[in-house]
């Protein structure tokens, strides 16, 4: 049976705590364990935008980050090496298309959306990780989703998405994190895929507004992965 260093089962506990309360604090550095799970090393994926991401982090603030996803231990064991305060929004799930109910005014579906990310007024956020939350909003989800982001963000904040590459070609369910600041970490969802809307890069960018595209690059699997700035 193998057995867990200190920092492995602080690690583990930290990632279980994240799946029921959303919400990790460290409050101080702490040393990456020297292993990960297992099934990490096989779902890596190099990425060379989420450098961009840290690059004008100041070492002794205490960095804000939002996941929109559902807590990873691979997420949750990077930013342990940081002070920071780590949210997990987990709006990306099989409930996701009630968002994109057609009978939800602009105005309920920004509520709908506040209520669910549950931000607390005075946090602002440095770094948002969308990951694919985009492929399964439609336009005014889209548009609603980040209205009611903007009081939480700053001058300087920035976001990473994924987006489907050909919207004629299926893109995977999967699961996201960050393994290392130039990897990505990807595990296929034993969920049912929500519907997907594809959005050309022309429409995307007008639908995000108060967000631009700074940087992209192309990821396996008929994905594209972007560097998202305010909008100034």
Known sequence: MCQLSRPQQLSLLLWSLARIHNTVLFNEHKPMPETQQL????????????VGLFNQIADEKKTVVLDMGLASSATVSFFSQTTCRLQFAGLINSEIEK???????????????????????????DIVLFWDLFCYLNAPAIAAVLEALIPNL???????????????????????????????????????????????????????????????????????????????
Request: net charge neutral; charged share 20%.
């Open 39 to 50: 099934d990490i090393e096989s779902n890596i994926l190099s990425s060379s935008i989420l």
């Open 99 to 125: 968002y994109n109910d057609q009978e939800l005014s602009h105005v309920e579906r920004v509520a709908l959306f506040k209520n669910d990310l549950n931000l607390q007024a005075n946090i602002k956020i």
């Open 154 to 232: 700053h001058s300087r904040t920035k976001a990473h998405s994924i987006g489907l590459l050909n919207a004629r070609q299926k893109m995977q369910y999967s699961e996201y994190g960050i393994k290392a600041i130039d990897q990505l970490w990807q595990q296929p969802s034993a969920s049912d895929q929500p519907r997907m809307y594809s959005h050309s890069r022309h429409d995307f960018s007008r639908i995000l507004n108060y967000l631009a595209i700074d940087r992209s690059c192309l990821l396996s699997g008929n994905r594209v992965e972007n560097l998202l700035m305010i909008n100034t």
